[in-house]
């Protein structure tokens, strides 16, 4: 506290000492699930994954009438519920920004999992599994007919992918979530292309979204993954299995072993 202004001083990884305002207590809670705290800490955990290395990637949660997101070009893993932005997710004002940072350029790409797909929490890794498998696909080295799809089936983890990213939570006999791809499904993520900047990706992954209803994700050619879900729960889960099975599938390729038996 500052001994003349009586002012308190906040911490941030990102920022340097600055008062506190009212707008802080939007993201400072004891809460481990609280939306600022769960994204600083996935995005620890993630970088271990090497799916949010040098600045690159991001998680986005929405919380109530909030959506809350990360800075933009910072070291992810160092980040701190300080450093969150808190957009009014009805009027897309800005509750909350950060000093001197600039919220993240996926903004427009999360929201469009919110808005079109009713998501609680939507994440995009720079996965070099995901990068290596829009590679495969856009070359055609798996199928020549299919470039704009990266398509697997018969494999157990295709089992922790539900059907359109807001699965159901009714349980089936021997355990299986009902709404989630059953093991002879064929699991299907549509493949964009890059853009310059990150925000121009907004009307062709908004338009994948439309045309793929069953996809929890999109993939973006030589640069990532979006993948979203019903809650924080369900879209690191699946951002997990797609990562195991582009790295099965990368591996299977190595092998010259086909990832679709027709
Ligand atoms: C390594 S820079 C990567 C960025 O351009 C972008 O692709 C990205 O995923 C993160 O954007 P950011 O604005 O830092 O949240
Ligand atoms: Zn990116």
């Known amino acids: 506290m500052d001994a003349e202004t009586g002012e308190i001083t906040l911490p941030s990884s990102q920022d340097s000492n600055r ?6 207590a939007l993201v400072i809670s004891t809460d481990l699930d609280h939306p ?10 993630f970088y271990t994954l090497g799916w949010v290395t040098g600045t690159g ?26 450093d969150m ?15 001197v940072l600039k919220p993240s350029a996926c903004t427009p790409l999360f929201l469009a999992a919110f808005t079109r797909r009713n998501a609680g929490c939507c994440i995009h890794t720079h996965s070099q599994w995901a990068v290596l498998v829009t590679l495969i696909c856009g070359a055609g080295l798996q199928n020549p007919q299919k470039k704009g799809v ?30 989630n791809l059953g093991f002879h499904d064929t699991m299907r993520i549509p493949i964009i292309d890059n853009t310059a900047h990150e925000e121009d990706l907004r009307e062709t ?21 979006y993948v979203w879900g019903k809650d ?17 599938a990368v591996e299977m390729h190595k092998l010259g072993l086909k990832w679709v038996h027709e």
Not at 85 to 99: E, K, S
Not at 157 to 170: P, V
């Open 205 to 225: 992954l908004e338009k994948a979204i439309e045309e793929w209803p069953e996809t929890c994700a999109v993939l973006v050619k030589r640069h990532g993954v």
């Open 36 to 45: 600022a705290n769960r994204i600083s800490e996935l995005c620890r955990l």
């Open 57 to 82: 990637g991001g998680v986005s949660i929405r919380y109530g009438p909030h959506i809350y997101l990360a800075p933009s070009g910072v070291q992810k893993e160092r980040m701190q519920p300080l």
């Open 232 to 248: 924080v729960a369900q879209a690191k889960t699946q951002a997990e299995s797609l990562d195991y099975l582009f790295q099965l």
């Open 85 to 99: 932005f808190v957009m009014d997710y009805a009027t897309r004002q800005y509750l909350r920004r950060p000093p």
């Open 150 to 179: 990266f398509e697997i089936k018969e494999i157990e983890q295709i089992k922790g992918i539900s059907r359109g990213g807001s699965g159901s939570d009714e349980i089936a006999e021997g355990g299986r979530k009902l709404g």
């Open 19 to 24: 008062a506190a305002t009212n707008a802080d």
